[in-house]
């Protein structure tokens, strides 16, 4: 493997509203406080890192735009936001209870909880700048996925859709299950991962019907049968934020988990946060992002392969769908 890859670009560079794409990047580590981290990144991109609370820092005004470095978990934090304290007697008693009782769980958390550095959408050809970032962990002594067992820690990326077409949405769909298994084989996917399934594949009776050559329903058929399927987050690409930005009530109604945000975007949570190993990059795994929307453009050969793993799936000795698919590939 390489020890910088070149970085790739998407076949469509516009987005729905007829911008440069922008990708958000989700990073998750371990062994470095929020403080420390939200004071690299302000040191690496500008702006100021504000405390909301001990495990939860916003950086604002960077040179990229708003960042955020936080415990991953809402228990550990003041849902009322970053105001302090203002009640007096018995329930200023109660509040700062809580909060110190949040700081102790927070302190406790992030033993096994991990941390994560949000940072701010950015345009897909300045992905680079935040290699940095990644190295700046790495010489902070960050922890990632495989340097503990109970390190399910993933690093997710949140690319633009290019357009509101069902079609076209539903090919990179198409194109991300039938690489599943090339992108699980390449990347090598942590077992902590995948015994919690954090970021579990699409049930076989969901990928066979979305892989049917004649399967291009409209947006709501779309959405229904995704949902019908799938009532979870923790899926590889989960689907759930683009859908629910595209028709919210529709979502809500059958997925009421506060947790999903609404946003025009593939949630793409399949790779690992390997920090500290020297030749993982933010930008290697964006590649590889890439070549499922590559895929995603050539619909006589989603349906070409499409049919051959449903048929390699249903065989009584398939074969290695993943070394199928390096073939396919290299066409």
């Known amino acids: 493997m390489p020890t910088r890859s070149r970085l790739r670009l998407p076949p469509r560079r516009e987005n729905f509203e007829g911008n440069l794409r922008r990708v958000g990047v989700e990073i998750e580590f371990a062994a470095v406080s929020a403080a420390r981290a939200a004071e690299r990144v302000a040191t690496l991109y500008g702006g100021n890192a504000e405390r909301e609370d001990p495990h939860r820092y916003h950086i604002k005004s960077t040179r990229l735009g708003d960042f955020l470095v936080e415990l991953d978990t809402q228990y550990a934090h003041r849902t ?6 203002s009640a007096a ?12 009782m949040r700081e102790i769980y927070g302190d406790l958390g992030s033993l096994i909880i991990p941390y994560e550095v949000v940072c701010p959408p950015i345009s897909v050809e300045q992905l680079d700048d935040l290699e940095g970032l990644i190295v700046a962990l790495r010489e902070e002594g960050a922890t990632g996925t495989n340097d503990n067992l109970l390190h399910a820690f993933g690093c997710q990326l949140n690319p633009d ?7 076209w949405i539903l090919a990179v769909l198409k194109a991300e299950i039938l690489l599943s298994d090339w992108l699980r084989s390449v990347i090598s996917i942590d077992l902590a991962r995948q015994i919690l399934a954090f970021a579990d594949p699409f049930p076989q ?8 050559q004649d399967y291009w329903p409209d947006t709501d058929k779309l959405i229904d049968d995704y949902l019908t ?32 945000k609404s946003r025009p975007t593939f949630h793409y949570r399949l790779p690992d946060a390997r920090i500290r190993e020297a030749t ?11 070549v499922v929307e590559r895929l995603a453009e050539d619909r ?4 070409q392969m499409g049919k051959a793993y449903t048929e390699n799936d ?15 590939l290299m066409l």
């Open 314 to 328: 249903l065989a009584i000795l398939s074969e290695d769908w993943a070394l199928r698919c390096t073939e396919w």
């Open 229 to 260: 399927h799938n009532p979870t987050r923790n899926r590889e690409l989960d689907m759930l934020p683009l859908f629910m930005w595209l028709d919210e009530d529709r979502v809500r109604q059958r997925i009421p988990d506060k947790l999903v």
């Open 161 to 167: 859709i290019a357009t509101r077409d069902p079609q």
């Open 280 to 290: 993982w990059s933010l930008t290697l795994e964006w590649n590889r992002w890439c």
């Open 89 to 100: 007697g018995f329930q200023g008693f109660v509040e700062s209870f809580s909060e110190a």
């Open 205 to 212: 009776a969901y990928r066979h019907m979305v892989l049917a």
């Open 80 to 85: 009322g936001g970053p105001q302090a304290t």
């Open 300 to 303: 006589e050969m989603l349906a």
